[in-house]
C-alpha cells in the first residue's frame, strides 16, 4: 500500500505543479501555524476557527496541520497523495464554508464583502492531479519508489 502512495516518475512539469501548490500552502500554514507572513500564528487562528467560524477544535487543527505539514510534505515531495489530499480536503470545507456564498468570481474590485471560490476550483484541481500523478521529479517519493530503492543484491566475492 505505501508502494502505491509513493508511486510516481520523474515528470518535470508535476514537480513544478507540486513545488507551486507546496508553497503556496507552506506560506498559508505557516500563517497559521506560526505567525510568519503576517499571520495570527496557532493561538489567534484557532480562536479564529474555533470561535468566529464555529469549527470543532479537532477540524481547526487538522486544517491549520493541512496547510503546514502539506505545504512542506509537497515542498519535499513527500507521501505527496496524502499531503495533496489534506490540501484537497481543506478547500473543499474553505469553498462550503466560507467562500462559497460570495459566488464564483474573486473580489478584484473590493466590490463584494468577500472572495468567491474562482482560486479555489485551480488549487483543488492541482491537488485531485497530484493525487492521481504523484510527486514527479525531485522528491523524495521519487528517490524512495525508484527501482534501485525496491531491491538488494547480494555480492558474493569470489574465493581466491
Known sequence: MVRKLIATNKDVATTILRLALGVIFFAHGAQKMLGWFGGYGFTGTMGFFTGVLHIP???AFLAI????????????GLLTRVAAFG???NMIVAVAMVHSRFGFWMNWTGA????GYEYHVLLLAASAF???RGAGAASIDSLLSSPAS??????VRPQA
Open 57 to 59: 477544535p479537532v477540524f
Open 65 to 76: 496541520a493541512a496547510e503546514f505539514f502539506g505545504g512542506l510534505g509537497l515542498i519535499f
Open 87 to 89: 490540501v484537497f480536503c
Open 112 to 115: 463584494q464583502k468577500g472572495e
Open 130 to 132: 497530484l493525487m492521481i
Open 150 to 155: 525496491n531491491r538488494i543484491e547480494a555480492r
